[in-house]
């Protein structure tokens, strides 16, 4: 295994359970920087040592994170259903689907910088993507963001983290989910994002089953990639997971995967909540 592999199985293993980078340390007495520089794989062949302690703080066996085993569903996971169309794990989008930002943190910035919107929207889309792949970083990406507004600096991550709303009832029915079936979260995100919404209660407080950011595998939706990632993390077949997401694009690849797939309209909330709820109708008489 690279570096790359252990870095992206540390971070999913760290983030289904339940842990910040900074609870992490703390748990397996290890540095800051040297945790954030496994995860993204700028250490080459990191002790045995060190990774066997952050096994241990998760909660894992060495193996999951060296790529010889897989998790061990809890109890209570063996008691979750199959909807009747088949379903037994859910993929949730972040941005657009479980929280919005995007008007809030470009006026914002309009606001303190004096930038006009159409210049900042049009920054943010043309770098976004290298970032959310990881081939930014977060810093690089800033200051790309500061020199288009002429401004001294610019804190993306702050701005995104004050004006970023969750769209309560759907984070109301992850929870509904989780308590039915294996969920995760599928999503294009920045460096240090998903942490960081974590941090804040700004995602459900929940167990998620996996997590995949795009900017740890170094792919983004709709690329194939990322749906690879997500099936083998399902530890289910490609017929069992039900994506749901705002973008179309993503949602007829996940399709082309051999997906099911719902489109979430913010605008239309309560018609995306029954629809929802409605493909996550379980069988009459699941076996046992």
């Not at 870095?7 to 397996?28: D, I, N, P, V």
């Not at 240090?192 to 995949?212: K, Q, T, V």
């Not at 795009?214 to 983004?220: D, K, L």
């Not at 017929?239 to 949602?251: G, M, Q, V």
């Amino acid at each position: 295994m690279d570096e790359r592999d252990l870095g992206a199985r540390l971070q999913q293993a760290r983030l289904q359970a339940g842990l910040t980078q900074q609870q992490l340390c703390q748990q397996a007495e290890l540095s800051y920087s040297t945790l954030t520089k496994i995860e993204r794989g700028a250490i080459k062949s990191p002790s045995i040592f060190t990774i066997q302690r952050i096994a241990g703080a998760i909660g894992v066996n060495l193996d999951v994170l060296l790529g010889g085993g897989a998790h061990t569903a809890s109890p209570s996971k063996s008691k979750l259903l199959r909807s009747k169309t088949g379903v037994r794990f859910v993929y949730f989008d972040i941005n657009g689907c479980l929280v919005r930002f995007f008007h809030g943190a470009f006026t914002r910035i309009a606001a303190d910088t004096g930038a006009s919107i159409d210049l900042i929207e049009r920054t943010f889309w043309h770098y976004s993507d290298q970032a959310c792949r990881g081939k930014l970083t977060l810093e690089q990406f800033d200051a790309e963001l500061a020199k288009a507004l002429d401004v001294p600096s610019i804190d993306w991550m702050d701005y995104y983290l004050d004006t970023v709303e969750p769209i309560a009832a759907m984070q109301e029915l992850v929870q509904w989910a989780s308590e039915r079936y294996q969920v995760g979260l599928l999503s294009n995100s920045m460096p240090g994002f998903i942490d960081a919404l974590r941090a804040r209660e700004l995602l459900p407080g929940i167990s998620f089953d996996a997590i995949i950011d795009s900017s740890v595998v170094h792919a983004i939706k709709p690329e194939e990639r990322m749906f690879a990632e997500a099936t083998e993390a399902a530890h289910c077949p490609a017929a069992d997971i039900l994506l749901i997401d705002d973008e179309r694009p993503n949602l007829m690849a996940a399709e082309k995967s051999g997906w099911h797939v719902l489109w979430f309209d913010e605008s239309r909330l309560e018609d995306s909540l029954a629809r929802i709820r409605a493909a996550l109708e379980p069988e009459e008489n699941p076996a046992r």
